[in-house]
T-cell receptor, first 115, second 114 residues
Framework: NAGVTQTPKFQVLKTGQSMTLQCAQD?????MYWYRQDPGMGLRLIYY???????DKGEVPNGYNVSRLNKREFSLRLESAAPSQTSVYFC??????????????FGNGTRLTVT | AQSVTQLGSHVSVSEGALVLLRCNYSSSVPPYLFWYVQYPNQGLQLLLKYTSAATLVKGINGFEAEFKKSETSFHLTKPSAHMSDAAEYFC????????????FGTGTKLQVIP
């Protein structure tokens, strides 16, 4: 059982380049999330999708766009990368029917460096 | 703004010693509370969560946490540290009104000294 799979694992971009981070889950979860992790700042929510067909902004959405392609897949796009977007990006999912305290299931992250 | 505070970005303990990692939340209404652990180069995984059924919650790997409403705290403990416990630990909360918008603390890195 793969859980939450993120690709790529590592990426180096030049300022201004674009890229899409991919995320897929095989647990049939309704809700999916994108977080970024920076030293000393914990995890901050970028965007989330409560269910297929819906997306909402989180705490730090500027510079990012998302697509909930289907129930399994939730992608994060950087249209014009900036050095401030150097971070580790985590995708997560949870099952809405389990209630509001259902746990998050995380992928192993994408380590992005923007030069 | 509602927040969650973890005191101590780094904690060092000797192998076999008590582990205590602190977490305080900022709400008069108890939120949903969680502890997650992150091993190097991995995503976070759930250690335990508060369900209101009991104030002392047991999790995986011998960890437990006690909910204290009067202190707005949810501290994580383990009686005897093991080398394999070295990791980063995150307290997380969901406040009312924010559907599954999980707010994470800044994390505490636990070092276990042999």
């Amino acid at each position: 059982n793969a859980g939450v799979t993120q690709t790529p694992k590592f990426q180096v971009l030049k300022t201004g380049q674009s890229m899409t981070l991919q995320c897929a889950q095989d647990m049939n979860h309704n809700s999916m999330y994108w977080y970024r992790q920076d030293p000393g700042m914990g995890l901050r929510l970028i965007y989330y999708s409560a269910s297929e067909g819906t997306t909402d902004k989180g705490e730090v959405p500027n510079g990012y766009n998302v697509s909930r392609l289907n129930k399994r897949e939730f992608s994060l796009r950087l249209e014009s990368a900036a050095p401030s977007q150097t971070s580790v990006y985590f995708c997560a999912s949870s099952e809405r029917s389990e209630g509001r305290n259902s746990p998050l299931h995380f992928g192993n992250g994408t380590r992005l460096t923007v030069t | 703004a509602q927040s969650v505070t973890q005191l101590g970005s780094h904690v060092s303990v000797s192998e076999g010693a008590l582990v205590l990692l602190r977490c305080n939340y900022s709400s008069s209404v108890p939120p949903y509370l969680f502890w997650y652990v992150q091993y190097p180069n991995q995503g976070l995984q759930l250690l335990l969560k508060y369900t209101s059924a009991a104030t002392l919650v047991k999790g995986i790997n011998g960890f437990e946490a006690e909910f204290k409403k009067s202190e707005t705290s949810f501290h994580l403990t383990k009686p005897s540290a093991h080398m394999s416990d070295a990791a980063e630990y995150f307290c997380a909360v969901i406040y009312s009104g924010g559907y599954q918008k999980v707010t994470f603390g800044t994390g505490t890195k636990l070092q276990v000294i042999p």
